[in-house]
């Protein structure tokens, strides 16, 4: 059986502002760019990228045993200029900080997220190009 993802967004205050609200989970408020209270759509899609690819490489990194001292993920979008200003390109930057932590290792978890887990990744990649590279931080 396939599984779901479920949110019901309802308006509040002047109608370009949305409760969203999860089967499962806090919700949160989503706005438009103008005067934002929360994160507009357009970013709720980057960082569901960032969040996915991020979870990934951060799981298959622990079961290769290897030890991140911190981790963020840093994701940036360029948008075509005309409507409906679909996006063209999306870089996602993996900063890892720690010692000793196999280049090798992290490649591979990138490629597993990007191919095989991520399924953001997955629903993008066919018409949006999407780049991912890493840092290493040292600790």
């Known amino acids: 059986m396939a599984t779901t993802a ?4 309802q308006t509040i205050e002047s ?6 609200r999860f089967a499962k989970g806090p919700g949160f408020v989503m706005d438009s760019d103008q005067d934002p209270k929360g994160p507009s ?3 709720l899609l980057v960082a569901a990228l960032g969040g996915c690819a991020g979870m990934d ?3 298959i990194l622990r079961k290769q045993r290897q ?3 911190g981790y963020e993920v840093a994701v940036l979008g360029e948008r075509a ?5 679909k996006f063209t390109r999306i870089e996602v930057v993996h900063r890892l900080r720690g010692r000793d932590l196999s280049r090798t ?6 490629r597993l997220s990007e191919t095989k887990y991520c399924s ?11 780049v991912s590279r890493y840092e290493i931080i040292p600790a």
């Open 6 to 9: 479920s949110v019901v967004l």
């Open 81 to 85: 200029a005309e409507h409906p200003r």
């Open 105 to 110: 290792c992290i490649e591979e978890a990138m």
């Open 41 to 43: 759509p357009v970013e």
């Open 120 to 130: 953001v990744h997955a629903t993008l990649a066919p018409t949006v190009e999407i």
């Open 57 to 59: 490489v951060i799981g």
């Open 67 to 69: 030890v991140a001292l």
């Open 15 to 20: 109608g370009l502002v949305f409760d969203a």
